[in-house]
Each structure stands twice: as structure tokens, then as C-alpha cells.
């Protein structure tokens, strides 16, 4: 049997999920509305609308004018003290005067994931994972421990053999 979640108000946090009354189903349980969210994929800002993974860009001041920016432009936000430094795509940075915490906030969680306490990464630009780095625009950036393992879980991998770069493998023979 399949649950399903009543959502009231787009403004109501408590949010109640309801499964149909059956024998071997327990009562409904309120679920916390920050989880809730996590596991919507959304993320809250006091006093923001939520951010979301369909939200496309989002505006940063730049001299006297906002610009759009698209999320996917942004390889990997980096923490500098109280100020956040965004790396882009073809190389270029942009310093914003809010902490990484903050600005993590205003991004959907979705596409972002934090992978240190110095760094939130955009996962569609993910080349690869080596120990405890991955590599992401060229850049090596460290994963901290606590969040390997909910990071892992976010991919599917598949194991092959392990050839040397001038090995190729070998050829099936055909039976005929």
C-alpha cells in the first residue's frame, strides 16, 4: 500500500504525513519540516522564499546592477571567512560578502552538496572521486569525513577491472 503526504499551506511547517488506515499500518507521525524538506530536495532561507532544484539562476550584485546567474555556471562555492567565493566554469571567481553557511542556504539543495565545511560543490560538474578528494573543473577539493559516506550515497558506481593504462582487454574468443 502506498502512503502519501497532505501538505496544508505553503506556509504551514508542520507539515503531517498520512499513510491510509490499515491494520498493520501505525498512526500517523509528524515529520520535522527541515526534513521534510531535505527530502523534498528543498532548502529554507528565514525569510525567503524556499529555494529549489527548478529554480534556474538566482541575481548577485555586481557594481550597481544585479546579474543572473545560472546555477550550472557555478562549479563549487568556497568559504573565505565571512565572505563566500564562487568559481565558475571557465575560470573566473566572484567574492559575495556572505558567510558559505548563509549563502548555502539561498541554494538548492538538489544541485548543491556540501562536501566540507569549506566547500559546496554543484554535482553535475563531478569528474571524479580519488580517496578522500574529488575532482571537480580541473581542481582537486577535499571531502571532510562526515560527509563522505551521505555524499557517496548521492552517485551509482560500477566497478571494472583494473587494466594498466596500455592494456587493453583481452578479446572474447567466438564459438562457432
Known amino acids: 500500500m502506498i502512503g502519501y503526504l497532505l501538505l496544508r499551506d505553503h506556509n504551514d511547517y508542520n507539515l503531517i504525513p498520512l ?6 499500518q501505525p498512526e500517523p507521525q509528524r515529520i520535522p ?10 532548502t529554507l532561507s528565514a525569510g525567503s522564499p524556499a529555494a529549489s532544484p527548478w529554480h534556474e539562476a538566482l541575481f548577485i550584485r555586481r557594481n550597481d546592477a544585479y546579474v543572473k546567474v545560472a546555477y550550472d ?7 573565505s571567512r565571512s565572505y563566500c ?3 565558475f566554469g571557465d575560470g573566473h571567481e566572484w567574492t559575495v560578502s556572505y558567510p558559505l553557511a ?26 571524479s572521486f580519488a580517496g578522500n578528494q ?4 580541473g581542481r582537486y ?3 571532510g569525513l562526515q560527509y563522505k559516506e551521505r555524499i557517496l550515497a548521492c552517485f551509482d558506481f560500477l566497478k571494472t577491472e583494473n587494466k594498466g593504462p596500455d ?3 583481452s578479446a572474447r574468443k567466438k564459438a562457432f
Open 85 to 87: 567565493i564562487l568559481h
Open 102 to 127: 548563509e549563502v548555502a542556504r539561498r541554494f538548492p539543495c538538489g544541485r548543491f552538496l556540501r562536501i566540507h565545511r569549506s566547500f559546496l560543490v554543484n554535482i553535475r560538474h563531478i569528474d
Open 141 to 143: 577539493l577535499p571531502i
Open 19 to 24: 499513510a491510509r488506515p490499515g491494520d498493520d
Open 73 to 79: 555556471e557555478i562549479l563549487w562555492l568556497e568559504a
Open 33 to 42: 519540516a527541515d526534513a521534510l524538506h531535505r527530502l523534498l530536495g528543498l
Open 134 to 137: 574529488l575532482l571537480i573543473g
Open 167 to 169: 592494456e587493453k582487454p
